[in-house]
């Protein structure tokens, strides 16, 4: 089968050349649509393809990426971001893909790490319909946040794209192009509102993001991850105005769409911890332990299942007096992180040096 890879960019000349080196091991054409670059992204491009493009910026990121698929020729087609790499053995396993990957398959998921610990371990991650079939004519939707809206034959692939680092500014626009819309009377969808609550949350918007956060939630038969990640985020809005219950209730609500992830059994543990209840934050931390972990294709937020609940209960139990259990979490949270700061502050309060 042959691939087209379609992009987007505008002023990616820190990391483009990255991603394209990447990319030219195992695809067969490479479709590049600009949106209004100032800087070399352009010339960049040109010497990977000849196949660029100009496209005026109408805040809607899915209309550019459709643009994109449209120049497409291959039989299927991959979009990355331009910060996105992909290391030696994944671009193996790529190039074995495109070798065996059943005729059938209309859609292959790939997962796609985007969290990372201070060593560079990936701590966060989720699977993103990365590779489809071109004669499909599937269409992006959304303008901000936008996702592919798939049918057919979909599976999921051990193979991995990384979000590589880049330098980021502080960037309003996603909220811009949210409150654009809200004032021109566009209904968003439960995926827009969603989002929308996200980017009020992080640009400091608290009482906005909650009323968004609120409103998601009442929509009936919404997507699992997508409600249970509100859960938690709307908790977090409700912690920081001090109100408490409030946060705990909206995290006790994600359990009535799905057993209980571990970030937000940590999440109820740590409003235990912090009201110096100590047996309840020791219980809940633990329970994490026991619990199955998921295996679709939403977000797995990898240090809640292991790590971070083994730092707390070390700590927990070396309070109340319990050393030999403490030692046993430490141990257990060393051999997950062996260089980690926290784990090595830990290592020379149990075994101070002579």
Known sequence: ??????????????????????????????????????????EIARRYTPRVYEFQWIDDFSAARNYAFSKATGDYILWLDADDVVDDENIGKLEELKESMDPEVDVAMLKYNVGFDEAGRVNFSYYRERLVRRSNNYR??????????????????????????????????????????????????????????????????????I??????????????????????????????????????????LSFSRALPRAEICCAIADIYREQNDGDKAEFWYKLVFSLPRPTGTGFLS?????????????????????????????????????????????EAYFFPAE
């Open 140 to 209: 992006w939707q959304e303008p901000v946040h936008e996702h592919i809206a798939t049918w057919g034959t979909v599976r999921r692939y051990d193979i991995a794209i990384t979000h590589g680092k880049k330098k980021r500014s502080y960037s309003r626009r996603n909220l811009e192009i949210y409150q654009k819309q809200e004032r021109e009377g566009k209904e968003l969808s439960p995926r827009a509102i969603y989002y929308y609550a996200r980017e009020l949350r992080t640009h400091g918007l608290i009482d906005e993001a």
């Open 1 to 42: 089968m042959k691939i087209s890879l379609c992009m987007i960019v505008k002023d990616e000349e820190e990391v483009l050349a990255r991603c394209l080196d990447c990319a030219v091991q195992f695809v067969d054409e490479i479709v590049l649509v600009d949106t209004g670059s100032s800087d070399n992204t352009m």
């Open 211 to 252: 009323s968004r956060y609120e409103q998601f939630l009442a929509i009936p038969g919404v997507w699992v991850e997508d409600y249970i990640t509100a859960c938690g985020d709307l908790a977090g809005c409700y912690r920081s105005q001090g109100r408490t219950q409030e946060a705990m209730e909206r995290l006790m």
């Open 302 to 346: 990898l240090d809640f299942w292991d790590y971070i609940p083994h730092m707390q209960l070390c700590v927990l139990c070396d309070r109340r007096g319990d050393r030999r259990q403490a030692l046993e979490h430490h141990t257990a949270a060393k051999a997950l992180k062996p260089d980690d700061p926290k784990v090595l502050y830990n």
